[in-house]
């Protein structure tokens, strides 16, 4: 799946700098970066040099103002999108735009660019968007931390954080295809800082995001038996800017290649792997157990979004890993308890061989979610 990655503003910048150094190392994707601070940019060391740009007749954040990023989102949009010829937009089989919410950069930018890249192409614009974590924090997502909420008047809100976080939503409302939603407030751990927790909430929004995009149209050695390909993925993120949640679990297995055991080279080695191997007979139950295993992990765990299963419209499983351990009968039997979830036929499923990796995967998307508690509070508090 050959896909754009744009990240907008200080926070979506850092946040796909750090996904795409982390994971996306693979030709079928190409990174952006797009902000009106030219220091962020420079952070940004993964990306490209000419990937990156800066806009705007100004350097530095815009301090929570999101009017003033609105109007210059709108007056920068096309300028913004043509930067994209520096890489192949006419063979894009999806956009992924991201951006931290509670932002004015990223938050006034992104509906506009979003519009923009509508017009032009004809491939669906996902967002791929980062909750607050706190209403006094700007750039939660940001690996590094920035200073867009700082010399803001807070007077003029009660909350101007959650207040731009719910306005940006707003304004994405009908132009965007899907929202993929990362809640930040929900994987920190109890007394984590931001800045403590950042490595680890970057991985995690890594391998959900990395995972979901590149099990598309794989065409590796070693072949599905159902694949799953773009027509698949757009049927159940849909195009009505439904808000959409991931789920991810793995269980290691014992292979012959155990030397690896670092996450992030064994999601590299899972989504870029060209070689295939003989793959050794494995007990049917011990099968069977680690593909429910991580099926029920992924499906009942932790998402991107914590939400209720069962208020979810569609839902896709891809359960993955060494060809040997993804036993058909326990996949059929994870997507039938996924519909019964659910309660919606609405439901695909597909898995994805990987000789090389020692783990089998589950990634579960519930696409149609509502209502979700977490945004209802996002909206009442900013709102106030």
């Known amino acids: 799946m050959q896909l754009e990655v744009i990240g907008v503003g200080g926070a979506g910048c850092r946040i796909v700098d750090a996904i795409y150094s982390d994971t996306w190392d693979g030709s079928a994707v190409e990174a952006f970066a797009f902000d009106t601070d030219s220091k962020s940019l420079r952070e940004c060391t993964a990306i490209p040099a000419d990937h990156r740009y800066q806009y705007a007749d100004r350097d530095g954040g ?28 006419s063979l894009a089989d999806a956009f992924l735009v991201v951006v931290g919410l509670g932002g004015a950069t990223g938050g006034g930018a992104a509906p506009a660019l979003v519009r923009e890249l509508q017009i032009l192409y004809d491939a669906p614009v996902y967002v791929l968007a980062t909750l607050p974590a706190t209403d006094t924090d700007s750039d939660p997502s940001a690996p590094l931390a920035t200073d867009e909420s700082r010399e803001f008047d807070s007077s003029e809100s009660p909350s101007p954080v959650m207040a731009n976080a719910t306005r940006t939503l707003e304004l994405l409302d009908g132009l965007a295809t899907a929202v993929i939603c990362f809640d930040n407030a929900a994987w920190l751990r109890t007394g984590e800082s931001l800045a403590e927790g950042r490595t680890r909430l970057n991985q995690a ?9 590149t099990i598309v149209g794989d065409d590796g050695e ?47 080695a899972r989504l870029f792997s060209s070689k295939s191997s003989d793959e050794p007979s494995v007990d049917r139950t011990t099968a069977i157990r680690a593909v429910e295993t991580a099926i029920r992990k992924a499906a009942h765990g932790k998402h991107t979004l914590e939400r209720e299963p069962e208020n979810a419209d569609r839902a896709l499983l891809v359960v993955g890993g060494p060809p040997a351990w993804l036993n058909r009968q326990a996949i059929a039997d994870g997507r039938r308890d996924l519909e019964s979830t659910i309660g919606s036929t609405q439901v695909l499923g597909g898995d994805a061989p990987r000789p090389d990796d020692d783990a089998v995967f589950a990634l579960v998307v519930l696409a149609g979610v509502g209502p979700i508690a977490r945004l209802e509070e996002l909206v009442a508090v900013g709102s106030s």
């Open 222 to 268: 070693a072949t599905a038996e159902t694949a799953i390909d773009t027509n698949d993925l757009e049927r159940i993120l849909g195009a009505e800017t439904d808000v959409v949640t991931l789920g991810f679990a793995e269980q290691h297995v014992e292979t012959d290649g155990d030397d690896e055991t670092d996450v992030g080279s064994r999601l590299k």
């Open 205 to 213: 929004l890594a391998t959900h995001v990395a995972t979901l995009f």
């Open 62 to 89: 815009l301090y929570g103002d999101l009017g003033r990023g609105v109007e210059l989102g709108k007056q920068y949009a096309e300028e913004l999108s043509n930067k994209l010829v520096r890489g192949q937009p």
